[in-house]
């Protein structure tokens, strides 16, 4: 009679080891007057608990003449190698002081320069001082629980643990924008917002 | 004068900026046509328009595409005329090419305010010149192996104008084998076109019958261009035949050839083998290329000059370091008028400019002309302190100094001038 109780206690203990319950939240973004709904980062503004950077490097490419992607959420201590993937030279750097104003230099096709972002709560841009029409984005956040919005203003944010939240949108032209969300044991949360 | 365009009469004060206004009407070295072809900005390919940085020069070394293929870069779909696999079917198809979607057609206009010091008081000393030219081009490729080049240019020189309409298409075969058709350019100094309003001493030394470097001349041009060593710097050579200047009685063409060498640098024709670098900046280029020019040819006899033989080189020096570019050119004319004696000129300039910032350039250009070798008299000498701004990528002001020198400076006080210029291209 023994064997059940056993088979209890180790079933109470890894239920324990296992992440709590996780939702997604879905919505939408609305703009008034933009031309695109798109490159919009929606995000979980202070999530408790720590959250480490991932081990793996992430990749913004270098290529046609663009920053692919053209914004990128990582959480900080984010390690983000900038691919040269263009038969013609490109450099990195950003203006921002919250990155030190770092300047990787000029690198060939098929190479890498590495940056870490380290600062919490920044969105430094980042150029190419050959080609001035060249922009894209760093948003550096607390936790991983972010997504971008695709050309529609969708976005999806994954397994974000059941808690009640602060839900907040950046772009790089529109005022940022918050609303509070709590996410269920059923699941999914819904949070339209509108930025101005 | 030949190359399609007409002079019309020049009336003071544009007599006394005549200097300054050679080859205004000229080829356009900034072309907005590729930077809305490729969605990129003008210092992509500028130093500070019409100045070429290196990969400028490597844009046009690969017939104005990308280096190494230009399909993923434009941004504008072209109007294909003709399927690809018509190639297959050739000789009994015509080969596909294309033409770009837009029109590409561009806009250069300029403004000037000249001031002149010691005129007489009879003259007017300051004079706004609004617009001095504009500039209607267009520039292009054909399919993968044409490019086109053209402008037509309206110069105001006080109460006329001067027209230019100067075009050259170009077969380019590959980087190291172009043939062009058209206008072609002669002049051998460094960087193109200056900088500044003010011409090169050298590009506008004029032979007895008024033969020049400067401008351009109808002809055929062979022309390549590629890299050196591990990918950097590299060699150019251009030759060819032009029509000539002067009259037609007794004219012979002009066969010149010119060749350049590149040290260290962007290659001649781009690529990003061995370019690592720590900092970079589209107006750096770490390089010095040496060149070397010469030509021959029978400038013609009409009703105020008689036939002159003449032979001219020229060596030229173009070295980059870091924000700094220092250049020079040294031209020498032996000229043999028909029953005249023999005439040798000589001018050289040297030429500093640093990048103050991205968008302000300080320069100095001192220049030498020699008209007569033999004459004992001194070279005239000129000193021409500037300032360009890039008040945008496509906004520029300059405002130079130009002060006559040594004994050149009591007979030609005149000529001491000032330029301010507003030059924009959309």
């Keep these: 009679m023994k064997r059940p109780w056993t088979l209890l206690i180790v079933a109470v203990l890894s239920a324990g080891a296992l992440p709590a319950a996780a939702g997604t939240i879905k919505g939408k973004i609305a703009i008034a007057r933009a031309r695109t709904l798109a490159d919009v980062v929606v995000y979980v503004d202070k999530a408790p608990g720590q959250f480490a950077a991932p081990k793996q490097h992430v990749v913004m490419n270098q290529k046609d003449l663009a920053f692919q992607p053209h914004v990128m959420p990582v959480v900080v201590g984010t390690t983000v190698d900038f691919l040269n993937s263009d038969q013609v030279l490109h450099n990195v750097f950003s203006p921002d002081k919250c990155v030190s104003k770092f300047n990787l230099g000029t690198w060939p096709k098929g190479e890498v320069r590495s940056y870490t972002f380290a600062t919490v709560g920044c969105a430094p841009v980042v150029l190419c001082n050959v080609h001035p029409e060249m922009e894209g984005f760093v948003v550096i956040l607390q936790n991983p629980f972010f997504a971008v919005t695709d050309k529609s203003g969708l976005f999806v944010i994954h397994d974000v643990p059941e808690g009640k939240y602060t839900i907040k949108a950046w772009n790089r032209k529109f005022l940022a924008v918050s609303q509070e969300v709590t996410v269920s044991k059923e699941g999914d949360a819904t949070c339209n917002l509108t930025l101005k | ?426």
């Design chain 2, 1 to 426: 004068m030949e190359a399609g365009r007409k002079r019309y009469r020049l009336y003071f004060p544009a007599l006394l900026l005549a200097p300054l206004l050679m080859g205004v009407v000229d080829f356009a070295r900034a072309v907005p046509v590729f930077s809305r072809k490729y969605q990129t900005s003008c210092s992509t390919c500028h130093y500070a328009f019409p100045q070429l940085n290196a990969f400028g020069k490597a844009f046009r070394n690969n017939g104005y595409r990308y280096p190494g293929g230009d399909e993923n870069f434009r941004k504008d779909e072209p109007v294909s005329l003709g399927s690809e696999a018509y190639k297959k079917v050739f000789p009994n198809a015509i080969w596909p090419s294309d033409l770009p979607i837009s029109a590409p057609f561009a806009v250069q206009a300029m403004g000037e305010y000249d001031q002149s010091f010691h005129q007489p008081d009879s003259v007017t000393a300051g004079n706004f010149v609004f617009p001095s030219v504009v500039k209607v081009f267009y520039a292009g490729t054909l399919g993968e192996s044409f490019s086109l080049f053209g402008e037509i240019a309206l110069e105001n020189t006080g109460d006329a104008v001067d027209t230019g309409f100067p075009f050259r298409l170009e077969w380019n075969r590959r980087p190291a084998f172009n043939v062009a058709a058209g206008s072609i350019a002669l002049d051998p100094t460094p960087n193109d076109r200056s900088l500044i309003p003010t011409l090169f001493n050298v590009s506008g030394l004029a032979s007895r019958n008024g033969w020049v470097l400067d401008g351009e001349q109808p002809g055929l041009e062979l022309w390549g261009a590629g890299n050196g060593p591990g990918g950097k710097g590299g060699w150019k050579y251009m030759t060819g035949v032009v029509n000539g200047q002067g009259g037609v009685v007794g004219r012979k063409q002009d066969v010149f050839a010119r060749l350049t060498y590149k040290i260290n640098g962007l290659g001649e024709i781009g690529g990003t083998e061995g370019q690592a670098s720590k900092s970079s900046a589209f107006y750096k280029d770490n390089s010095l290329t040496l060149g070397g020019f010469v030509s021959t040819g029978r400038a013609g006899a009409d009703l105020f000059a008689d036939r002159e033989d003449l032979t001219t080189w020229a060596g030229t020096m173009d070295g980059w370091y870091e924000r700094a570019i220092l250049n020079a050119a040294v031209f020498s004319m032996d000229s043999k008028p028909n029953g005249l004696p023999e005439q040798k000129s000589l001018a050289w300039y040297a030429q500093g400019q640093y990048v103050v910032y991205p968008w302000l350039i300080g320069l100095a250009r001192f220049e030498s002309t020699d008209l007569d070798t033999k004459d004992g008299l001194d070279p005239q000498t000129t000193l021409i302190p500037a300032v360009a701004g890039m008040l945008r990528a496509n906004i520029k002001l300059t405002v130079e100094y130009k002060r006559p020198m040594n004994d050149y400076a009591a007979r030609k006080a005149d000529e001491e001038c000032m330029v301010a210029k507003l030059d924009f291209a959309l």
